[in-house]
């Protein structure tokens, strides 16, 4: 059965892409790099507590039957439980699993330190068992994750690896997107350059990639309008997404979408955004409004703060608060825009 990111990712390559086109995923990942505070919080109940893994799992159920995500991005350990759900049963929504979690994506280990050296590569999932029993269940398309550190020692470790999980995708017909990381450590460039030099190793990385072996799309962070349109334009045969970081305001979510979008990516792949969010089925309902052009950034916080308020959820941000963009790179091009 076709999904729906079979139909979007045609209809890009094809030129014929509209906004309702714009791919959202969901990384429900988050247990890979975090451990117990992966599942997020329970706003319903007061005071809020901490999803068990099988909360988490129930409301990652409700967010494939409400059918607007495109992607659904989990463990491997996670997907064998909706499978044995038959959360995907008769879904358009296509499931995908973590290909690899490099050690720049431990950082919500409690106490851990991982962050504060240079990224190295790590690989666990098993690409045989999740495809042995597709498409009934299982899946065929992974995320694979890298960072560049500009140090010759470890960039090399890094493509190295790269190139061996191509090779172990290629035996198993397996699929991958590419998401490629801002360095984890400070490397003494400013944001401009940063863009600059990730764009520079995402076009690097793959050229020696012939075509069969290539990913279907990238996933990189939003470093502004100039690094974007940069990577948008130099190769119409790359498919670029954004990813979201961290949870940061309501305003800051949609306004991501909303920058990404105009300024060339066609996909968004949101984890704490949603996870974190009060009412994550009504902020992804936005968050397609946004990316369709329905609704402006400001206009959905709004109607967000107004679906909390039906729920009878309080907010964790009044919505003065919420309203306000505080992550750099969006604050610097809405300017630019208003």
């Known amino acids: 059965m076709l999904t729906r990111l079979d139909r979007k990712l045609a209809n890009i390559r094809a030129g014929r892409y509209k906004p309702t086109d714009f791919i959202i995923a969901d990384a429900k990942d988050s247990d890979v790099g ?7 919080f329970d706003y319903s109940v007061k005071p809020p507590r901490r999803r068990s893994r099988q909360e988490f799992i129930a409301q990652i159920e409700e967010i494939i039957q409400q059918d607007i995500v495109d992607i659904m991005l989990v463990s491997q350990s996670n ?18 699993i973590r290909g690899n979690l ?13 962050t504060q050296t240079p990224s190295i590569p790590f690989r666990d999932a098993n690409l ?5 029993n597709y498409p009934t269940s299982g899946t065929d398309l992974a995320l694979y994750s890298v960072s560049f550190s500009n140090d010759v020692e470890r960039d090399v470790r ?10 172990e995708a290629a035996r198993n017909n397996f699929k991958y997107f590419y998401e490629v990381f801002n360095p984890s450590v400070d490397i003494g460039l ?14 690097k990385s793959l050229a020696s990639v012939p075509r069969a072996d ?9 470093n502004g309008p100039k690094a974007l349109e940069e990577l948008v334009n130099f190769d119409s045969e790359l498919i670029v997404g954004v990813l979201g970081g961290g949870a940061g305001t309501t305003r800051d979510t949609f306004e991501l979408v909303a920058q990404s979008e105009r300024y060339g990516a066609r996909l968004a792949l949101f984890g704490r955004k949603i996870n974190l969010a009060e009412a994550p089925l009504h902020l992804i309902v936005l968050m397609r409004a946004v ?14 703060h107004g679906e909390l308020q039906k729920l009878g959820l309080p907010p964790t941000r009044t919505l003065a608060d919420d309203r306000q963009i505080t992550e750099d790179v969006l604050k610097v091009a809405a300017a630019k825009a208003a």
């Not at 975090?34 to 997020?40: E, L, Q, S, W, Y």
Request: charged residues 25%; hydrophobic residues 40%.
């Open 34 to 40: 975090a451990g117990v505070t992966a599942t997020g």
């Open 79 to 96: 997907l064998d439980l909706l499978d044995e759900r038959g959360a995907f049963l008769g879904s358009e929504m296509k499931p995908a």
């Open 102 to 114: 490099e050690t720049m994506c431990w950082g919500a280990v409690r106490h851990g330190t991982y």
């Open 128 to 132: 045989a068992r999740a495809i042995a």
């Open 158 to 167: 890094t493509l190295n690896a790269f190139a061996e999980f191509r090779a």
């Open 190 to 203: 400013d944001r401009e350059q940063i863009g600059e030099f990730v764009n520079d190793h995402i076009i």
């Open 214 to 222: 290539r990913p279907l799309f990238l996933k990189t962070p939003y």
């Open 291 to 304: 990316a369709d052009g329905t609704l402006g950034p400001e206009e959905a916080v709004r109607a967000y």
